[in-house]
């Protein structure tokens, strides 16, 4: 069936780097995406969303890319800080599907000192 | 605004006793959901609703019932909880569907352990 999954389950980076967290999706139909961070005992939270008609979404300190043709998703974060350290799930939605998200399985993000 | 709340952040239960989970949100929202987390499976769908008065089954309906009496109250229920039912319960909502473009706001979550 369709899915959303992740690369890798964990990160490791330098504080101050750039993370770069990616997610391959295998729904054609998608054309909704969302990034979700996840704190220890804490629901997910949006951090940015990007629509298939775009390749490119910019946030604060975030960055979505969209690659439609291998059906990949990437979420780039800039000067990594210790608060970013958190599970991230991407999440895709087809139109139509009364808005049904599907999540991939999520991936540590840790940030060393 | 409070956002999407939830109650209560902890359960334990004895295997078949029932619960209702209580969500609420004051976003005006047209759509609620719960979810389920394990770990190794992400977010799974448990039931939905696009509305006051209407439900629908997500990916992993079996063992639960909702209702949505009230717009901004989506009660999630466990009739007869199971081990199987141990895990972690987010609620979302979002303010429309139809274009497939609706973030998901979530709950802090409930914390249920089934003895």
């Known amino acids: 069936g369709e899915s959303v999954g992740l690369h890798l389950p964990t990160l490791s980076v330098q504080e101050g780097d750039n993370s770069i967290i990616n997610c391959a999706y295998s729904?054609?139909?998608?054309?909704?995406f969302i990034w979700y961070k996840q704190e220890s005992g804490k629901g997910p939270q949006f951090i940015i969303d990007?629509?298939?008609?775009?390749d490119k979404r910019q946030g604060q300190r975030v960055t979505v890319l969209l690659n439609k043709t291998v059906k990949h998703l990437s979420l780039q974060i800039a000067a990594t800080q210790p608060g970013d350290s958190a599970v991230y799930f991407c999440?895709?939605?087809?139109?139509?599907?009364?808005?049904?998200?599907?999540f991939g399985k999520g991936i540590t993000l840790s940030v060393r000192p | 605004n409070a956002g999407v709340t939830q109650t209560p952040k902890f359960r334990v239960l004895k295997t078949g006793q029932s619960m209702t989970l209580l969500c609420a949100q004051d976003?005006?929202?047209?759509?609620m959901y719960w979810y389920r987390q394990d770990p190794g499976m992400g977010l799974r769908l448990i039931h939905y609703?696009?509305?006051?008065?209407?439900?629908a089954k997500g990916e992993v309906p079996d063992g639960y019932n909702v209702s949505r009496l009230k717009k901004q109250n989506f009660l999630l229920g466990l009739e007869s909880a199971a081990p199987s039912q141990t895990s972690v319960y987010f609620c979302?909502?979002?303010?429309?569907?139809?274009?497939?473009?609706?973030?998901?706001?979530f709950g802090p979550g409930t914390r249920l352990t089934v003895l």
């Open positions: 979302a909502s979002s303010l429309y569907s139809g274009r497939g473009t609706d973030t998901q706001y």
């Open positions: 729904n054609s139909a998608s054309d909704y």
């Open positions: 990007i629509r298939s008609n775009m």
């Open positions: 999440a895709e939605n087809e139109t139509g599907a009364n808005s049904k998200l599907t």
């Open positions: 976003m005006n929202h047209e759509y």
């Open positions: 609703s696009v509305g006051e008065g209407t439900t």
